[in-house]
């Protein structure tokens, strides 16, 4: 094993960053290059691999710092290791001004699914995109309000809970924001104005991103998913037709539509109802640990297809808020646990309180 010395500058890591690009930091802090310091801290994966992982005693004796104290910041580096399901699985940029005195470059974080806002600075950090846009919500402070929300409603009901909850709540708003429909609910005119915020007009070929989209229905998704979350509204959405009734008044009022029409075609709320809120949770897809090692860890980049980054790009050039913006939010990855579920049928029962429901055909692979 390589007698690692200590730097003369061992600068902290960020709470929750890449363990690849805390090294990627301490050597352009120090003038060197990143794979001879890997190669320092770090060792191959298997006898034969030109992958590697570091070794927590190497960068301990790099830093100066305790595994202990580097263990607390790198999630990479805890033994046991964390409970990955409640991580994203890609890493992503930190608040650019949470970060802006860590000297060394840019920060990558890996952040688990409850993360959106930086509530210090007003900053939306989540989920990650095509390209890593952070964004300032000091015009929309509903939206920095909606994570304090969204962390009360994980303490009360836990992150498995939470994470079903608040991502079919988005789905479900960006189904409603690209509806072929005359009967648009209220909320649809907030999404569209903070659509034109965070995307102004004529900006969409540079500024555009689902990620932002995301931003613009969250507020209303979290008070939805409060619902969802909520073992009560959950009975009273598989009730009887009379507390359907008042689950309907709820949804009308959140969404300002009143009243609530339920069993429209394509209805998500009414599928959700009858079909979803009777499902466990979703667990992730995609866990963090999936990914293959590279020998390039402080760099990344999404993995998307070709067509998928054209896709994205035709999105940008033909973005409009009012027209079925909604579209490009509800195919956002990370959005796919709970798209694949979203009009999944299940075999009605006899017995089925709502024999009006008629189940759809799984429309989306
Ligand atoms: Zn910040």
């Given at each position: 094993?390589?007698?690692?010395r ?20 301490l ?20 006898p034969?691999s030109?992958v ?22 790198l ?17 992503q ?7 802006a ?6 920060v990558?974080?890996?952040?688990q ?48 809970v ?8 988005i789905?479900?708003?960006a ?7 005359e ?16 995307i ?13 989209l ?38 009308g009022?959140?969404?300002s ?6 069993d ?9 109802a ?9 667990t ?10 590279t ?7 999404p ?6 980054r ?6 940008a050039?033909?973005?409009?808020p ?6 490009s939010l ?9 798209y694949r ?8 029962s ?7 429901y008629?189940?759809?055909l799984?429309?989306?692979p």
């Amino acid at each position: 094993m390589t007698i690692v010395r200590q730097l003369p500058d061992p600068a902290p890591p960020v709470r929750h960053e890449l363990a690849g690009s805390y090294v990627a930091r301490l050597a352009q802090i120090h003038g060197m290059d990143f794979r001879t310091l890997w190669d320092q801290i770090s060792q191959p994966t298997s006898p034969k691999s030109k992958v590697r992982r570091v070794n927590p005693e190497q960068l301990a004796a790099l830093t100066g710092r305790s595994t202990y104290q580097l263990a607390g910041a790198l999630p990479e580096l805890r033994t046991p290791a964390p409970d990955w399901r409640t991580f994203r699985h890609e890493p992503q940029p930190a608040c650019h001004l949470c970060t802006a005195r860590h000297a060394g470059g840019p920060v990558l974080l890996l952040l688990q699914h409850h993360r959106y806002v930086c509530i210090r600075h007003s900053i939306w950090i989540g989920p990650p995109d095509v390209d890593h846009l952070t964004t300032s919500l000091n015009e929309l402070p509903e939206v920095v309000h909606a994570q304090r929300r969204h962390m009360r409603l994980l303490q009360q009901a836990g992150w498995a809970v939470t994470y079903d909850a608040v991502l079919t709540a988005i789905l479900i708003c960006a189904q409603l924001w690209s509806w072929h429909s005359e009967d648009l609910p209220g909320a649809w005119h907030e999404w569209v104005r903070r659509a034109t915020v965070l995307i102004p007009p004529g900006t969409s070929q540079t500024a555009f991103s689902a990620s932002r989209l995301c931003a613009a229905v969250y507020p209303e998704a979290i008070t939805l998913a409060s619902r969802f979350a909520s073992p009560h509204w959950r009975l009273s959405a598989q009730g009887t037709r009379f507390d359907r009734d008042i689950f309907d008044a709820e949804m009308g009022r959140i969404l300002s539509c009143r009243p609530y029409t339920r069993d429209r075609v394509d209805d998500p709320i009414s599928h959700w109802a009858d079909v979803n809120s009777r499902r466990p949770p979703v667990t992730p897809i995609r866990l963090f640990t999936d990914r293959k090692p590279t020998r390039t860890p402080h760099i990344y980049r999404p993995h998307l297809h070709v067509a998928t980054r054209r896709a994205v790009e035709r999105q940008a050039l033909e973005f409009d808020p009012t027209k079925r913006a909604g579209a490009s939010l509800e195919k956002h990855r990370h959005l796919a646990s709970v798209y694949r579920r979203a009009w999944y049928p299940i075999r009605i029962s006899t017995r089925d309180p709502h024999p009006h429901y008629t189940p759809h055909l799984n429309r989306f692979p």
